[in-house]
């Protein structure tokens, strides 16, 4: 007797994927298809994809969805939301589009304590563009445009955008997850879960959930070494957990 | 009323359910008329955080097929075109009024026809036209909020409202009504959540070979319906007339005391006012020249529109060039003048 243990989420669709090999926005995706099954909202869902590697989120999850300029999904989102309340919007960005280019708009946006759920996807890199340095980029980290490594003195630190939102009155809840492991992977299906609750119950601020994401091709490592590099050492500058909720 | 509050009246008249703008002077009017009355109905105002942010709430709203429009002045316009070029490219309809005034960079804050070229030339990347309404008084631009709203709808497109710093503060009495307005096509693309249909996806990228150009091609076509079909213009006197003098908004309503005053002169003016300013009344223009007669175009910048008149006339007549830029008016008696040099008047 045969058993299904395992099996696509119906809101992802059955296609083959842009993304590198031991990419993360598959994962992401797969868990926020999960989620809006889970919580049977497809029906009333709108997602908004970023500019940057899944500028095609919509290939994927068979939602209403919208693409957007570089960094203006907060934006987008308050203008669905203010005039659709009963909706569920959802942003889905990466660091480049959120910590870099859109960085007013994710600020304003937090600061008005818009009804939203952003997933932030951080991979310290530009991906789709060709790895260049991300806001997000580690110390030391080889891109393509910080060929001797990230230095403070010439690029800054890295940004933490969480802890920086976490200050804001107008945020309600702010998680840090990864997805290095099954166990990480389960906690971040969890965190983002949270996010869409409190919109669903009517919560009275913005949800983020900041997801450490890994890139092997640009971080130029096998996928399995860029799990234990995500691991090892992002997690030391974006240290995992609840920053606010 | 001052112009800026009358079309917000307009607007909100017309079922605008969402208003977001960001501060600039001339047009402050707008925002704080629409902070207080937009609540009252039960609808949207939000004050963003820059031009940039406005023009994407307004994306945004118009995506969940609501009727969005935004304001704002010449420096803030420049900041919307980011916008403006991803609502053409995703066939979103929106309505933006731009309350002209002195550039480039900061200028200043009188009124002006500077931003002629950014408006009628698209202003953002790529390959797309926006309609563009250039209304002279402030019933007129009071009646252009209705027929922007229909005409983003009916043809998906961005329509700006191109006013100035005069048209916007100035008091004239107005008629405010709701009209019947354009039987308009369903809006089966907007995302509403995906209830019982295929899931619904507004964009701009289109990557596999020869899409994009399909799409540009469709747009076309969609351009060319409009050019065909919602021309505006208002002229006077053309018939007999040994000059016509070309100007729009608010110089076309000191152009016309300068003609009347010719005519009681003796000299055979009339003139032509564009009120769409794309499509542009080319076909009008050119029919005009058809009999040799000199064209003075007249313009609160230092010659846009003109490029415009010499493309309809095709060198048919000769086409010459009055303007005052950077917050400059002309006056009736700087027209006049012109007008008498050009017909080989003397002066009185």
Known sequence: MMKTVFKRTPTLKDCPTHYCPGCGHGIAHRLIAEIIDELDIRDRTIGIAPVGCAVLAYDYLDVDMVEVAHGRPPAVATGMKRTNPDKIIFSYQGDGDLASIGAAEILHAGHRGEQITVVFINNAVYGMTGGQMAPTTMLDQVTATTPKGRSAAEQGY?????????????????????LSSVAQIRKTKKAIKHAFDLQLEGADGMSMVEVLSPCPTYWRMSPTKAMEWLENNMTKVFPLGRLKG | MCGNEALAESAIIAGCDAYFGYPITPQNEVPAYMSRRMPEEGRVFVQSESELAAINMVFGASATGKRAMTSSSSPGISLMQEGISYLSGAELPAVVVNVMRGGPGLGNIAPSQADYFQATRGGGHGDYRTIVLGPSSVQELVDCMPLAFDLADQYRMTVMVLADGILGQMMEPVVLEKKKGREL????????GAAGRKQNIVRSLWLPEGALEELNNKLLDKYKQVEKSEVLCEEYEVDDADIVVVAYGVAARIVRGAVSRAREEGIKAGW??????WPFPTGQISRA???FRIFLVVEMSNGQMVEDVR?????????LFYGRPGGGVPTVDEILDQIRQLTLRPKT
């Open chain 1, 158 to 178: 890295p940004l933490q955008v969480s802890e920086l939102l976490a200050t804001l009155p107008g945020t309600i809840y702010i998680e840090r997850c990864a």
């Open chain 2, 185 to 192: 096509p369903p809006k089966d693309w907007a995302l509403t």
């Open chain 2, 272 to 277: 032509i006012r564009p009120i769409t300013l």
């Open chain 2, 289 to 291: 020249a058809d009999e």
């Open chain 2, 311 to 319: 493309l309809a006339v095709t060198g048919k007549a000769p086409v």
